[in-house]
């Protein structure tokens, strides 16, 4: 018997507890985050949380036509601060949204996870990540490319892991689209066949408007069996975590910050009041280090780890949030300063220019707000979808939109412009973007089609 030594390289995936627990502090709104920590506190003598005095904010400061952003401390009471902003817009406290969250959904799909014995550690951790990048749904909103650039594994590894996600209940859970999500819902039910495929691929904004003709004819079958699998279609989820997540609810949406303009500058105040300080509790972890007993060492050692752990990852949330926002104040000052539409700007623009990965800009993002002139601006909302001209210039949706908006306000009463004469209007002004599109941000600002224009005009 021949035996050697033989020197490998292999790689594994390790996705470790701070791993974990980093990525779901990062994504976490501020009511859930501050439900979080005061539970980790009730579970760890080690940890004491102090709440925020009302009177310690941080400002960013934006000076008009400037590149330069200056940060400083304040540290007045809440009726002076009130004063202050009094006059600019006025003080207004944050605004308060009912909200639901989603916590159990996750809860049972790593259940399911559990009971598949036949995974290896590597593959599990692996689908536990990707479970940590479903959005409230149940989609997966980042590119697998990006996962596997993200972990330095192969993309091979992560397309594996996330088909084992995909079989998991509800059916639908780890769907990019829409139309992958009812495909995975329908293969694994008896309706399942070439006619419901291709329904659901190709048809389905003739299933939204109710077109059986045109459904028929790109069926290739009768209007009845049209209708037939139009009902089919419609008794599919859209979403996968529908009816799940309700057991712990999250009260209140407040935002991170409120952002105002004051003297031509732009002040972004964080909302530290609602999050309570962390701290360890150093009475307690001296009286244990004094005990010689193995037990309370061990305890005292693990209660440790976990509380600079969750120390850590509070900060570094705390810290990731101020570079976005920072870069955000930056490169949309105009918005912000002027009432300009917002600048091309996508979270894969604004995650190469911070050197972070496009997945850390989505869930520092997620389900987190900025008060802004008395209400309340998803940060998602911030980004626009980048479109490019001819001549290579880029242009945001917000503007395509202005454009549209300025083309049917010119338009002849009694000859509204269709969508089709609306996109080559576009293109004739170097805007190259489908008549889909079009008929959608016509309807996002709230514009009716042609037909009811007319009607209109016609009164």
Same mark, same amino acid.
Request: charged share 25%; proline share 4%.
């Given at each position: #018997?021949? #035996?050697? &030594?033989?020197?490998?390289?292999?790689?594994?995936?390790?996705?470790?507890?701070?791993?974990?627990?980093?990525?779901?502090?990062?994504?976490?709104?501020?009511?859930?985050?501050?439900?979080?920590?005061?539970?980790?506190?009730?579970?760890?003598? %080690?940890?004491?949380?102090?709440?925020?005095?009302?009177?310690? *904010?941080?400002?960013?400061?934006?000076?008009?036509?400037?590149?330069?952003?200056?940060?400083?401390?304040?540290?007045?009471?809440?009726?002076?601060?009130?004063?202050?902003?009094?006059?600019?817009?006025?003080?207004?406290?944050?605004?308060?949204?009912?909200?639901?969250?989603?916590?159990?959904?996750?809860?049972?799909?790593?259940e399911q996870l559990l009971g598949m014995k036949w995974l290896s550690e590597r593959m599990k951790g692996l689908c536990e990540y990707l479970i940590l990048c479903l959005n409230d749904r149940g989609y997966l909103d980042f590119d697998l490319p990006e996962i596997a650039h993200e972990l330095q594994i192969p993309l091979f590894d992560v397309e594996q892991a996330l088909y084992i996600v995909q079989s998991l209940q509800p059916a639908g859970v780890g769907a990019r689209t829409l139309s992958e999500c009812l495909i995975l819902q329908l293969t694994q039910g008896e309706n399942f066949n070439a006619r419901t495929l291709r329904a659901v691929q190709e048809g389905l904004e003739l299933i939204a408007k109710n077109n059986m003709t045109g459904l028929a004819k790109l069926l290739s079958c009768t209007k009845n069996e049209a209708q037939n699998t139009a009902e089919v279609i419609r008794r599919l989820e859209p979403f996968p975590s529908r009816g799940y997540g309700n057991a712990r609810p999250v009260p209140y949406q407040i935002p991170e910050a409120s952002i105002w303009e004051e003297n031509g500058q732009l002040r972004l105040e964080w909302n530290h009041r609602f999050l309570p300080r962390l701290t360890m509790n150093q009475e307690t972890s001296n009286l244990l280090r004094q005990s010689g007993d193995a037990a309370n060492q061990e305890y005292l050692t693990k209660n440790t780890n976990d509380a600079v752990r969750?120390?850590?990852?509070?900060?570094?949330?705390?810290?990731? #949030?101020?570079?976005? #926002?920072?870069?955000?104040?930056?490169?949309?000052?105009?918005?912000?300063?002027?009432?300009?539409?917002?600048?091309?700007?996508?979270?894969?623009?604004?995650?190469?220019?911070?050197?972070?990965?496009?997945?850390?800009?989505?869930?520092?993002?997620?389900?987190?707000?900025?008060?802004?002139?008395?209400?309340?601006?998803?940060?998602?909302?911030?980004?626009?979808?980048?479109?490019?001209?001819?001549?290579?210039?880029?242009?945001?949706?917000?503007?395509?939109?202005?454009?549209? *908006?300025?083309?049917? &306000?010119?338009?002849?009463?009694?000859?509204?412009? *269709?969508?089709?004469?609306?996109?080559?209007?576009?293109?004739?002004?170097?805007?190259?973007?489908?008549?889909?599109?079009?008929?959608?941000?016509?309807?996002? %600002?709230?514009?009716?089609?042609?037909?009811?224009?007319? &009607?209109k005009a016609g009164r």
């Amino acid at each position: #018997m021949d #035996m050697r &030594q033989v020197q490998r390289t292999e790689q594994r995936l390790l996705l470790t507890q701070a791993m974990r627990q980093s990525l779901e502090v990062l994504q976490m709104a501020l009511p859930e985050l501050r439900e979080y920590i005061q539970d980790q506190a009730l579970s760890n003598p %080690l940890l004491e949380i102090e709440e925020a005095h009302e009177h310690l *904010s941080v400002e960013f400061l934006l000076r008009r036509n400037s590149d330069t952003i200056q940060t400083s401390w304040r540290d007045e009471g809440l009726g002076d601060l009130r004063a202050r902003r009094t006059g600019c817009d006025g003080w207004r406290e944050p605004e308060v949204n009912s909200l639901h969250g989603s916590v159990d959904f996750a809860t049972q799909l790593y259940e399911q996870l559990l009971g598949m014995k036949w995974l290896s550690e590597r593959m599990k951790g692996l689908c536990e990540y990707l479970i940590l990048c479903l959005n409230d749904r149940g989609y997966l909103d980042f590119d697998l490319p990006e996962i596997a650039h993200e972990l330095q594994i192969p993309l091979f590894d992560v397309e594996q892991a996330l088909y084992i996600v995909q079989s998991l209940q509800p059916a639908g859970v780890g769907a990019r689209t829409l139309s992958e999500c009812l495909i995975l819902q329908l293969t694994q039910g008896e309706n399942f066949n070439a006619r419901t495929l291709r329904a659901v691929q190709e048809g389905l904004e003739l299933i939204a408007k109710n077109n059986m003709t045109g459904l028929a004819k790109l069926l290739s079958c009768t209007k009845n069996e049209a209708q037939n699998t139009a009902e089919v279609i419609r008794r599919l989820e859209p979403f996968p975590s529908r009816g799940y997540g309700n057991a712990r609810p999250v009260p209140y949406q407040i935002p991170e910050a409120s952002i105002w303009e004051e003297n031509g500058q732009l002040r972004l105040e964080w909302n530290h009041r609602f999050l309570p300080r962390l701290t360890m509790n150093q009475e307690t972890s001296n009286l244990l280090r004094q005990s010689g007993d193995a037990a309370n060492q061990e305890y005292l050692t693990k209660n440790t780890n976990d509380a600079v752990r969750l120390i850590r990852c509070v900060e570094n949330r705390q810290s990731t #949030m101020e570079r976005l #926002m920072k870069e955000i104040l930056q490169y949309q000052q105009g918005f912000f300063l002027r009432g300009e539409p917002l600048r091309a700007m996508t979270m894969g623009d604004l995650a190469e220019r911070l050197g972070l990965n496009i997945s850390t800009v989505s869930r520092a993002v997620r389900d987190k707000s900025v008060q802004f002139q008395g209400r309340s601006i998803p940060l998602r909302d911030l980004f626009t979808v980048k479109l490019t001209t001819p001549q290579g210039e880029d242009l945001s949706s917000a503007a395509v939109k202005r454009h549209i *908006s300025r083309l049917i &306000q010119e338009e002849t009463p009694s000859k509204p412009f *269709s969508d089709e004469q609306l996109r080559c209007a576009l293109e004739a002004l170097g805007i190259v973007i489908s008549r889909r599109t079009v008929a959608k941000y016509r309807e996002e %600002l709230g514009i009716p089609g042609s037909s009811q224009r007319r &009607q209109k005009a016609g009164r």
